[in-house]
């Protein structure tokens, strides 16, 4: 299972070349397998973006959601263990979305698809792969 970090989710939707070839590849196989999960968090953080103006989505957010569902995203829910995971890091900045992210992906076993930098080298045991390859 791989877990797509907001941006990626964003990238790999909007067909953003910013996203690397790499990767996009690799959430393209993991999607042929049903294998491809973003945290909910994911949903929450996107719907903040377009209410500050930050992005626009050609629909509501609710049908965003509702079609990459559709399509085959796993969406995995914020239980009590993933919230007490991430409270947990050490040396990890404080964006909750992005705790709630990486111990989505650590509680799972996944990989993580992110171009976050500070997740990117953090070395907790979190295995990830950077967006932009």
């Not at 393209?28 to 049903?34: C, F």
């Not at 929450?44 to 930050?54: D, F, P, S, T």
């Not at 239980?79 to 992906?105: K, M, W």
């Amino acid at each position: 299972m791989i877990v797509l970090d907001t941006h990626a989710l964003l990238w790999m939707d909007c067909n953003d070349a910013t996203l690397g070839p790499a990767s996009r590849r690799l959430i393209e196989d993991a999607w042929r397998t049903d294998t491809v999960a973003v945290s909910a968090i994911s949903f929450w953080e996107v719907a903040m973006l377009i209410q500050r103006g930050r992005i626009v989505l050609p629909v509501a957010v609710e049908s965003w959601r509702a079609e990459l569902l559709q399509a085959g995203i796993q969406e995995i829910p914020i239980d009590g263990r993933i919230a007490l995971l991430a409270t947990s890091f050490q040396d990890l900045h404080q964006d909750p979305a992005d705790r709630f992210i990486v111990a989505t992906a650590m509680h799972h076993g996944a990989l993580l698809v992110t171009a976050d930098s500070k997740i990117l080298e953090w070395q907790a045991g979190l295995t990830s792969q950077d967006a932009r390859v």
